[in-house]
């Protein structure tokens, strides 16, 4: 039983499973906010990532965004199969960039973003806080990458 005890204890402070739950909730938040494009929010943030920055490869957006290329590479397949991305192959790379299609879907895109952003905002305990908890969570995530990268 004192095992069971201090599973439960490790549980409750175990930060892979309180970033899961924070990652759970926040994808069902963003689904939810999202669902006016008839989109996933992962393309949603394509789009709004090849808007402000540019053409980009398919390796500087996964890097960019943080997804593996190999993941990237099923959500661009699809997202040019709506019509959504132009894809142009060159020597060993993908330059992807936004078509006509995608540009078009962007005021409606950044509408749901800015909703999003209030709903989190309101739900994380006001102005600021969600601000502080991104920083931190990308500050862990960064510590732990360069802790990982020196084994």
């Known amino acids: ?3 069971a005890m201090s599973m439960t204890l490790a549980i409750e402070n175990c930060l892979y499973f309180a970033s899961n739950r924070l990652a759970r909730e926040t ?3 963003a689904i939810a906010a999202y669902k006016p494009t008839g989109l ?3 393309y ?3 789009l709004m990532t090849l ?3 540019g053409p980009l490869t398919l390796h500087e ?4 965004m943080g997804i593996a290329p190999s993941t990237m590479s099923r959500f661009i397949k699809k997202m040019a199969a709506d019509g959504l991305i132009t894809k142009k192959n060159g020597w060993r790379k993908i330059d992807l960039a936004l078509s006509e299609k995608g540009k078009q879907l962007l005021p409606l895109t950044y509408a749901c973003f800015q909703q999003l952003g209030k709903t989190v905002t309101r739900l994380s305990g006001g102005l600021g806080q969600k601000e502080k908890t991104v920083a931190q969570l990308n500050q862990q995530a960064a510590l732990l990458n360069r802790k990982k990268e020196k084994q």
Do not use: D, V
């Open 1 to 3: 039983m004192k095992g």
């Open 27 to 29: 994808e069902r938040l």
């Open 40 to 42: 996933s929010p992962s």
């Open 44 to 46: 949603n943030y394509i």
């Open 51 to 53: 808007a402000e920055i």
């Open 61 to 64: 957006l996964a890097a960019k």
